[in-house]
């Protein structure tokens, strides 16, 4: 299947070598962004959520305005307003957008930051919340007669929606790895997201993922965020890495400070159990696999999603061929400056990856390579 293409847009311009406070909010530049995206190739863009951001809804509504092509990923998190607001909200948007809306379930890591909007439930629970959310959401995008549902979080009468999505349902991305949060994935998404780990690391949840989904007689694509640093040479790709590291080391007190959409939590202790991973893996070296560096994950605690593919394009995508063969059929890539190196990408490796995996999956029987999907993906 062709490879999906991720990358992110921001609300300002902050970088590793200019760093900006998290509550500026630059609209010229959120415009830029999107625009390099839609230019570089990329399929869609997260527009990612955390308590003190801005709204992604509003955000990703902007960005489909401001370009032709590019679709979104809205981040959305359950639990603070209605499922069935939510899914009019999502398929007016789909529509406005020409059906280049997507949204990503975040049921949220940290408990501390989510009590920072006054939702004090805990993981697993906001996990069971998340799942009726989305099953909800998807009976009305269905349209049809008005329906009832009863369960442990949701009550509803007579529900119904008198717009539905462009293709009939919005595609469902869904994140988390404990064992209900991929149950779940299995049971009600279309995309499992997972963070950039070595080959060994990522087949348990490629498999796990799938596995749940077939307990529920359905299907699932998988996909994972990288970074990359991509330079003519190796030795140079190499150079970029030991700069960077340097700078994150220089402004990590002010990068990861509570307010700038970071989540809180204990000095020491990721947020999430893919953060935890990701920070024990760093352990085992700080060059894994081909070429995937560990350097940012460690310097960072764990903090942010940094695990790093460095080299030539030819290296880059060489190792990302080698995790599509794995099963995952997606990436999330993005460098340490957003905007510029979504141009690189656009250049260099977009193109390339596309064409290895069509020869890919051209030299490979249809069964190996056939798309995990469900009858609701758009």
């Known amino acids: 299947m062709p490879v999906q293409i991720t990358g992110i847009v921001?609300?300002?311009?902050?970088?590793?070598?200019?760093?900006?406070?998290?509550?500026?909010?630059?609209?010229?530049?959120?415009?830029?962004?999107?625009?390099?995206?839609?230019?570089a190739g990329f399929d869609r863009v997260l527009i990612a959520n955390a308590s003190s951001m801005p709204d992604s809804m509003a955000i990703s509504q902007f960005v489909t305005s401001a370009t032709t092509r590019l679709g979104v990923m809205v981040a959305h998190r359950?639990?603070?307003?209605?499922?069935?607001?939510?899914?009019?909200?999502?398929?007016?948007?789909?529509?406005?957008?020409?059906?280049?809306?997507?949204?990503?379930?975040?049921?949220?890591?940290?408990?501390?930051?989510?009590?920072?909007?006054?939702?004090?439930?805990?993981?697993?629970?906001?996990?069971?919340?998340?799942?009726?959310?989305?099953?909800?959401?998807?009976?009305?995008?269905?349209?049809?007669?008005?329906?009832?549902?009863?369960?442990?979080?949701?009550?509803?009468?007579?529900?119904?929606?008198?717009?539905?999505?462009?293709?009939?349902?919005?595609?469902?991305?869904?994140?988390?790895?404990?064992e209900i949060a991929i149950e779940l994935a299995g049971r009600h998404a279309d995309c499992y997201a997972i963070f950039g780990d070595t080959l060994a690391g990522t087949r348990p949840f490629v498999d796990g993922a799938h596995a749940a989904a077939a307990r529920h007689g359905r299907s699932i694509e998988v996909m994972m965020t990288l970074v990359v640093i991509v330079a003519d040479t190796e030795g140079q790709a190499w150079d970029q890495a030991a700069a960077v590291l340097e700078r994150a080391v220089a402004e990590k007190s002010r990068n990861f400070r509570p307010g700038n959409g970071n989540a809180t939590v204990a000095p020491g202790k990721p947020a999430a159990r893919g953060m935890e991973r990701i920070l024990l893996r760093s352990a085992e070296g700080e060059r894994l696999d081909r070429c995937l560096w560990t350097g940012m994950n460690k310097a960072m605690e764990g903090r942010g999603n940094n695990t790093t593919l460095v080299g030539t394009a030819e290296q880059v995508v060489d190792s990302l061929l080698e995790y599509y063969k794995l099963g995952v059929r997606g990436f999330l890539l993005r460098g340490y400056e957003i905007m510029e190196d979504a141009a690189m990408l656009g250049r260099s490796v977009i193109p390339l990856l596309r064409r290895r995996v069509a020869e890919l999956d051209a030299a490979m029987p249809a069964a190996a390579v056939q798309p995990a999907s469900t009858s609701s993906s758009t």
Request: glycine fraction near 14%.
């Open 10 to 39: 921001p609300h300002n311009r902050s970088t590793l070598g200019a760093p900006r406070p998290g509550s500026e909010f630059d609209i010229g530049a959120i415009r830029e962004f999107a625009r390099t995206h839609d230019e």
């Open 78 to 178: 359950p639990g603070f307003i209605a499922p069935t607001m939510a899914a009019r909200m999502l398929a007016t948007h789909d529509r406005f957008s020409g059906g280049r809306t997507g949204v990503h379930i975040i049921a949220g890591a940290s408990d501390q930051e989510l009590q920072a909007d006054g939702d004090f439930s805990e993981k697993e629970s906001r996990y069971r919340r998340a799942g009726e959310y989305v099953e909800i959401m998807r009976r009305v995008w269905a349209g049809g007669a008005p329906f009832d549902f009863d369960g442990d979080f949701y009550r509803v009468r007579g529900a119904m929606g008198m717009v539905r999505p462009e293709s009939g349902a919005l595609k469902v991305f869904w994140g988390g790895e404990s």
